[in-house]
């Protein structure tokens, strides 16, 4: 299994960035998939969740308006656009799919919003 993130690096404020995500080695399109990131010192948290079939998509209050999540099944991939970067958006972002009875996490990608 792997869940590969890319599309992160440095970006000045209020700036955008497209993240990737690159399945494989499970059944993709039976996932819900999240991203999820992590500020030095701070928690893991939740920024943006799709259903399976991306009828359904969640966002954290602190990025609604600001990101949008999708992924295509046929590609094994899910997106997470972000739009109008904040300096508090810095933190690693990590991918995250979740099964009926499994979970995996990506190995993350650093998202620098700066001047």
């Known amino acids: 299994v792997q869940l590969v993130e890319s599309g992160g690096g440095l970006v000045q404020p209020g700036g955008s960035l497209r993240l990737s995500c690159a399945a494989s080695g499970f059944t993709f399109s039976s996932y819900a998939m999240s991203w999820y990131r992590q500020a030095p010192g701070k928690e893991r948290e939740l920024v943006a969740r799709i259903s399976s079939a991306g009828s359904s998509t969640k966002y954290a209050d602190s990025m609604k308006g600001r990101c949008t999540i999708s992924r295509d099944n046929a590609k094994n991939t899910v997106y997470l656009q972000m739009n109008s970067l904040k300096p508090e958006d810095t933190a690693v972002y990590y991918c995250?799919?979740?099964?009926?009875?499994?979970?995996?996490w990506g190995q993350g990608t650093q998202v620098t919003v700066s001047s």
């Open positions: 995250y799919a979740a099964g009926p009875r499994r979970w995996y």
